[in-house]
């Protein structure tokens, strides 16, 4: 058997064990400690191990579980309520405020934590009941809820562009700077499209009653400066890195440590808070490592097969498609691997195969890793069997249906699409920060 239908062949035996509902990571690692098995014999079963050794010697995985426990403290902490709350007086005036507001939150939210499932998380759990009580479209406002939620693998810190960056082997500091102003490019998208909207169909998003705004300055400012507290943990733990102050790792312990002092300072550090971020914190960590650990041991074994150099030759030689068409084709593959995988499983299962293609095409793996992010969040987002759109189903209120969910996407996979033009158009709106940071 030729060496590219063996590749052909792990690739398929994964997928079809996958769409059993099996684990991804138990799914991937066994067909790549399995193939390695029956390719060498015994020698092969040292893959696994070495994948092992790889991934505990990597020290910047550090920064996953630090990340994500800074997110869930300052969510269960409620410190992430205050920051609704800050949002939802100052914005209340406007039509479709309290959208624009959720968009806002979501941001900070993924600034925080790094993660989509939180923003989703938070947000159906404190912006939608309340969007829904003030009258705003159910429609209207789960899209926005998902759409925001986007942003989550994208604004730094992306615990997902920390994975590319493994994958990759590219610096995760030039990874989160790239998706900067993507991020804050398709959050001003977001904003736009709200606001437009609601001035054309007020129903949709109507402003707070002047009585339910009036506020005391000093009690406005108060409120401001609660909510301004987790935004000021955020630009010091980046400033710090980006200063050169501390390493990415110290960077990350010090926002865990500030995000503890600060649900301390606030008297919200219970025993139940605590409980809940370790237990949440554990498992996600747990999982991701999992992932990694199947991952390396099944890309080992494609690149000692040499499927990388077979794909490209079959694109490039038998196909006689350009860079970018390639490039196309490899964008609309995470979208139809988006109806039954989440953006983790996507990235450890076909990264390994396409930034090595990437790059031989000419293209810069950085950039490239930005376009991966918004790709896969579109994927997640789009019908019939999006990863968020189940998510936002087992959140929401009843009266919020599955086909409400499917109808509120589409102006924002639109939109999202529309950035993600941009971005591939021009690649300096990503790259110009990084280069001009490292230059």
Same mark, same amino acid.
């Given at each position: 058997m030729?060496?590219?239908?063996?590749?052909?062949?792990?690739?398929?035996?994964?997928?079809?064990?996958?769409?059993?509902?099996?684990?991804?990571f138990?799914?991937?690692?066994?067909?790549?400690?399995?193939?390695?098995?029956?390719?060498?014999?015994?020698?092969?079963?040292?893959?696994?191990?070495?994948?092992?050794?790889?991934?505990?010697?990597?020290?910047?995985?550090?920064?996953?579980p630090?990340?994500?426990?800074?997110?869930?403290?300052?969510?269960?902490s409620?410190?992430a309520?205050?920051?609704?709350?800050?949002?939802?007086?100052?914005?209340?005036?406007?039509?479709?405020?309290?959208?624009?507001?959720t968009?806002?939150?979501?941001?900070?939210?993924?600034?925080m934590?790094?993660?989509?499932?939180?923003?989703?998380?938070?947000?159906?759990?404190?912006?939608?009941?309340?969007l829904?009580?003030?009258?705003?479209?159910?429609?209207?406002v789960?899209?926005?809820?998902?759409?925001?939620?986007?942003?989550?693998?994208?604004?730094p810190?992306?615990?997902?562009?920390?994975?590319?960056?493994?994958?990759?082997?590219?610096?995760?500091?030039? $990874?989160?700077?790239? %998706?900067?102003? @993507?991020?804050? /490019? &398709?959050?001003? =998208?977001?904003?736009? #499209? !709200?606001?437009?909207?609601?001035?054309?169909q007020?129903?949709?998003?109507?402003?707070?009653?002047?009585?339910?705004?009036?506020?005391?300055?000093?009690?406005?400012?108060?409120?401001?400066?609660?909510?301004?507290?987790?935004?000021?943990?955020?630009?010091?733990?980046?400033?710090?890195?980006?200063?050169?102050?501390?390493?990415?790792?110290?960077?990350?312990?010090?926002?865990?440590?500030?995000?503890?002092?600060?649900?301390?300072?606030?008297?919200?550090l219970?025993?139940?808070?605590?409980?809940?971020?370790v237990?949440?914190?554990l498992?996600?960590?747990?999982?991701?490592?999992?992932i990694?650990?199947?991952?390396?041991?099944?890309?080992?074994?494609?690149?000692?097969?040499?499927?990388?150099?077979?794909?490209?030759?079959?694109? $490039?030689?038998?196909? %006689?498609l350009? @860079?970018?068409? /390639? &490039?196309?084709? =490899?964008?609309?593959? #995470? !979208?139809?691997?988006?109806?039954?995988?989440?953006?983790?499983?996507?990235?450890?299962i076909?990264?390994?195969l396409?930034?090595?293609?990437?790059?031989?095409?000419?293209?810069?793996?950085?950039?490239?890793?930005v376009l991966?992010?918004?790709?896969?969040?579109?994927?997640?987002?789009?019908?019939?069997?999006?990863y968020?759109?189940?998510?936002?189903?087992?959140?929401?209120?009843?009266?919020?249906?599955?086909?409400?969910?499917?109808?509120?996407?589409?102006?924002?996979?639109?939109?999202?699409?529309?950035?993600?033009?941009?971005?591939?158009?021009f690649?300096q709106?990503?790259?110009?920060?990084?280069?001009?940071?490292?230059?």
């Amino acid at each position: 058997m030729s060496y590219e239908m063996i590749a052909l062949l792990m690739f398929s035996t994964m997928m079809l064990l996958l769409l059993t509902g099996q684990r991804v990571f138990g799914v991937i690692g066994f067909v790549g400690a399995a193939a390695a098995l029956l390719l060498w014999g015994d020698g092969g079963v040292e893959m696994p191990f070495n994948a092992s050794f790889v991934l505990m010697n990597w020290y910047p995985l550090l920064t996953l579980p630090l990340f994500v426990f800074m997110g869930y403290m300052l969510s269960e902490s409620g410190i992430a309520g205050d920051l609704y709350e800050m949002f939802h007086v100052w914005m209340g005036s406007l039509q479709g405020g309290l959208a624009v507001g959720t968009i806002g939150l979501m941001v900070v939210v993924s600034a925080m934590n790094g993660l989509s499932v939180a923003g989703m998380a938070i947000g159906a759990s404190i912006a939608l009941p309340e969007l829904l009580r003030r009258g705003y479209d159910k429609i209207m406002v789960t899209g926005v809820i998902q759409a925001g939620s986007s942003l989550g693998i994208l604004v730094p810190p992306s615990v997902v562009l920390v994975l590319y960056g493994m994958i990759a082997r590219q610096p995760v500091g030039k $990874l989160w700077l790239a %998706g900067v102003f @993507p991020g804050l /490019i &398709l959050a001003a =998208m977001f904003v736009i #499209y !709200i606001v437009v909207r609601c001035r054309l169909q007020p129903s949709l998003g109507p402003a707070l009653p002047a009585e339910e705004r009036t506020m005391r300055l000093g009690a406005k400012l108060k409120l401001l400066s609660a909510g301004i507290l987790p935004l000021l943990i955020f630009f010091s733990m980046t400033g710090l890195f980006l200063m050169g102050v501390t390493s990415l790792v110290e960077s990350a312990a010090y926002g865990a440590f500030a995000a503890t002092l600060a649900a301390l300072v606030k008297g919200r550090l219970t025993r139940a808070v605590i409980e809940v971020t370790v237990r949440r914190t554990l498992g996600i960590s747990c999982m991701f490592m999992w992932i990694i650990l199947a991952a390396l041991c099944f890309g080992a074994v494609f690149d000692g097969l040499g499927a990388v150099r077979a794909i490209e030759n079959v694109f $490039l030689d038998r196909m %006689g498609l350009g @860079p970018w068409e /390639i &490039l196309l084709m =490899m964008q609309l593959s #995470y !979208i139809l691997m988006g109806m039954f995988l989440d953006d983790t499983a996507m990235l450890v299962i076909v990264a390994p195969l396409y930034v090595p293609l990437v790059v031989s095409l000419g293209f810069d793996p950085v950039w490239y890793g930005v376009l991966y992010t918004i790709t896969v969040q579109i994927a997640y987002m789009t019908p019939p069997f999006g990863y968020n759109l189940f998510l936002m189903r087992a959140m929401a209120p009843p009266e919020v249906t599955l086909g409400d969910i499917y109808r509120s996407v589409w102006p924002f996979v639109m939109i999202m699409l529309l950035g993600l033009g941009l971005i591939t158009a021009f690649p300096q709106l990503a790259l110009w920060l990084p280069e001009l940071y490292y230059n």
